[in-house]
Nanobody, 125 residues
Framework: QVQLVESGGGLVQAGGSLRLSCAAS????????MGWFRQAPGKEREFVAA????????YYADSVKGRFTISRDNAKNTVYLQMNSLKPEDTAVYYC??????????????????WGQGTQVTVSS
């Protein structure tokens, strides 16, 4: 069992930056593929970014490519999402997710085994 706890959300003006963190419990974090998803009010949860277990491979949704960066520190059992040039349409609850096996990144909701509780990101115009 893996527990995921997100932090770093908040209110920021358009054009600003935030860094989200997701701390994972468990001794096998380094073998997990990780992802970030988001859900805006009235919308379905959508993929944002993903990273392989080693950190050597990443993948982004087109809507965030060039603005967001996913990274991980396996020594700290933590995955990060650096968000720059934020836009009002980035407003959502952001969730991190973990997949317990696999060698690459994964972008599908149903490809992940564990989810955090989410952290709110609000971007004002």
């Amino acid at each position: 069992q893996v527990q995921l706890v997100e932090s770093g959300g908040g209110l920021v003006q358009a054009g600003g930056s935030l860094r989200l963190s997701c701390a994972a419990s468990g001794r096998t974090f380094s073998s997990y593929a990780m992802g970030w998803f988001r859900q805006a009010p009235g919308k379905e949860r959508e993929f944002v970014a993903a990273i392989s277990w080693s950190g050597g491979s990443t993948y982004y949704a087109d809507s965030v490519k060039g603005r967001f960066t996913i990274s991980r520190d396996n020594a700290k059992n933590t995955v990060y999402l650096q968000m720059n040039s934020l836009k009002p349409e980035d407003t959502a609850v952001y969730y991190c997710a973990a997949r317990s096996y696999g060698s690459r990144w994964y972008s599908g909701l149903y490809e992940y085994d564990y989810w955090g509780q989410g952290t709110q990101v609000t971007v004002s115009s």
